[in-house]
């Protein structure tokens, strides 16, 4: 008789992080200037549009910095989970995003802001606030922080405790029907 082949396979996976050359110091960042300080000479080298997140313990030391998106002159894309990853894996008790414009200008783009108001949301609820976006012009002089201007949103989600009253929007509920069907 045949051996029969086992069908249902289960691959197993180890995720696990690798040290780089460091880059920062272990001085408490409290203020966007010294998260400036900190990376700033790096990302005023930058040629086009890089997006950093630094992971820091509840002290505000830093753990860790991870390069999420590197992209054109005048953008960069990422989405949450890339920027989360480095943060849930290090176990960060709060994160801040740091990104350069290579042409000097600090304005943030309306997908700055857009981002920002996005990653505010999602990491409150994954519990790793994020405390800042600051965007570095050309030289380490000059920055945009979110938080020193007054502008980072901060939503007060209200999560439901009766499944009744949650009101899914007509995309989310396309894509929960399409896993339904699955």
Known sequence: MAAKKNLFK?????????????????????????A???LGDLLCEMDREVICIINMKTDGTPINCTIVSIGAIDQAITNPREMLKASILSNAANMLILHNHPSGNLSPSKHDTMLTDRMVQVCDLM?????????????????FSFREKDVMPYANIHLENDYNAIKLSAPMVAEQQKKEVR
């Open 36 to 38: 400036v300080r900190t």
């Open 10 to 34: 289960l691959e197993k996976v180890s995720i696990r992080m690798v040290s780089d050359a460091p880059i920062m110091s272990g001085y408490p960042i409290h203020s966007a200037k010294d």
């Open 127 to 143: 519990g790793i606030p994020l405390l800042d976006h600051i965007i570095i012009g050309a030289d380490n002089e000059k920055y």
